[in-house]
């Protein structure tokens, strides 16, 4: 403890008060300031359950993200059939990978912000770069207060006739692309995505087909991926959330041979 | 709090430790000249870090007035925040002050004031002010916490002692017995800024894929976009 100067003065007696500290009372097991050591307090903070990687992709007329439906518990695959792409409204859908736990707390002043946007009733409903933004802000204090949400997360929507895709991290470092991956997706889906997005715009299909692609891949190379995933599709036309599967080939595994 | 530390025997090669760092180095680089009557300011369009690329086509120039352009690379969380609350004070005080604009050097004194307001956590940003304040073109440079000072020419952030002795050599005119006598106008101004982001992005990871250069001359800001190699 600092308090003394960096000095820890020896107690009166045994298991008596000390000069200078907290006095822990008799059958009072919980040291009051473990946690407290000469670099300060420190937090136990870090991922528990979590997501894996996120896809986005936007094409012309609208976005797609995707992302499976595992929540891992370290190496553990722990849940099965959880959703991490959500509608937020009909401007709006998300994918979260990071801390699930951070995620549902941070989902429920989401939820509060829509119903008290919807119960307005002023016709104006909130667009994804409000949202976005929201988010940065949210994110970036709690990093700033050194207690962060263990989040990566992409938001996507219309942003009235034009679609919307943008990333906020841990740190609330966020930015907009026309193709973004949380994870290990930026080093496996990302070079995909890139390789046709960087051509011109995409159309629906093509977008279709990239993200079926890209979970593909991913699935058969994350150890914490999963064949089953979720996307939602976002146009003109409204939200779309669906539930799909990658179409598994081990063909290839007969032939592999050595090890 | 039970964490850890208080079961050694659990702190084995296997358990994986998370420990929280606020700073990220997301890159980028950035240029400013000054003229006798403009000023040219450049920055790259990357967004990256580490072996990450996250953007091609990110901007990190924000006009503040019709005289002044900020630049800010770093840590782009901090860079971010920092020129959001940057214009809204602007905006402030034109709003409290008949509409009239701030000007270049009252920008330049509130931006130090706001980076050492963080002095003991600080922004982690790389910040070039320039524009021109009664005709004349004026550039300053920050450090992250807040110190101030007014150039010439200046370079900042992933690249900047790369680029620095280019402007040292061509602008500065820095160690030559004879020194040549060419103008400096806007036009080599801005070939001089794209030719050091050139040279950048030839070896620097954290720079490339464009750079969006702002002049700002007594007509306002105009801006450009030249590519840059996007390896």
Not at chain 1, 37 to 61: A, H, L, M
Not at chain 1, 165 to 184: A, E, F, K, M, P
Not at chain 2, 132 to 139: L, T
Not at chain 2, 142 to 153: A, F, L, W
């Amino acid at each position: 403890m600092m308090s003394n100067n960096g000095v820890n003065f020896a107690p009166f007696w045994h298991n008596g008060p000390a000069p200078g500290s907290f006095y822990n009372f008799p059958q009072n097991n919980i040291k009051s300031n473990s946690a407290i050591d000469e670099y300060g307090f420190q937090r136990n903070g870090g991922p528990i359950t979590t997501g894996t990687s996120i896809v986005g992709v936007k094409y012309d007329k609208g976005v797609i993200i995707a992302g499976d439906k595992l929540v891992s518990y370290g190496n553990l695959a722990r849940y099965h059939n959880v959703d991490r792409v959500f509608k937020i409204n009909e401007n709006i859908i998300l994918g979260m990978s990071g801390d699930y736990a951070d995620f549902q707390f941070i989902k429920q002043y989401i939820d509060e912000i829509i119903l008290s946007d919807f119960s307005a009733d002023d016709r104006i409903v909130l667009k994804p770069k409000d949202l976005y933004t929201w988010l940065t802000r949210v994110l970036y204090n709690r990093r700033s207060r050194f207690n962060p949400l263990w989040l990566d997360m992409v938001v996507g929507g219309m942003q009235g006739e034009e679609p919307f895709l943008g990333h906020i991290n841990i740190r609330g470092r966020s930015y907009t692309n026309d193709v973004i991956s949380t994870g290990y997706g930026t080093h496996l889906a990302l070079p995909l995505l890139r390789e046709y997005s960087e051509k011109g715009p995409l159309n629906e299909e093509t977008a279709q087909q990239l993200i079926q692609k890209s979970m593909e891949v991913l699935f058969y190379r994350d150890c914490r991926g999963y064949p089953k995933y979720s996307q939602a599709n976002i146009n003109a036309n409204g939200v779309t959330v669906s539930d799909h599967e990658v179409k598994q080939n081990w063909d290839l595994a007969l032939s592999i041979k050595g090890y | 709090m039970l964490g850890i530390n208080q079961f050694p025997e659990y702190q084995v090669p296997g358990a994986v430790q998370h420990q929280f760092n606020p700073y990220e180095n997301n890159g980028g680089s950035i240029v400013a000249i000054a003229g006798d009557n403009f000023a040219v300011i450049g920055a790259d369009t990357r967004l990256s870090a580490g072996y990450n690329i996250f953007t091609r086509n990110h901007s990190k120039l924000f006009q503040l007035t019709s005289s002044a352009v900020l630049a800010s690379c770093g840590n782009w969380c901090d860079s971010d925040t920092l020129t959001s609350i940057l214009q809204t004070r602007v905006r402030q005080y034109s709003d409290t002050h008949e509409n009239k604009e701030i000007s270049l050097n009252a920008i330049a004194q509130l931006l130090s004031t706001m980076m050492y307001g963080r002095r003991f956590f600080p922004y982690y940003v790389s910040n070039i002010l320039a524009g021109i304040y009664e005709g004349k073109g004026y550039v300053y440079s920050y450090d992250p916490i807040g110190h101030c000072e007014r150039h010439t020419y200046r370079a900042g952030g992933s690249s900047s002692a790369l680029l620095q002795p280019i402007l040292d050599n061509q602008i500065g005119l820095k160690n030559m017995e004879e020194k040549p006598t060419i103008p400096l106008t806007v036009d080599r101004a801005v070939k001089l800024v794209t030719d050091t982001f050139i040279s950048a992005a030839e070896r620097d990871i954290y720079t490339g894929d464009g750079v969006k250069i702002s002049i700002i001359t007594e007509n306002g800001v105009e801006e450009r976009q030249i590519p840059l190699r996007k390896d």
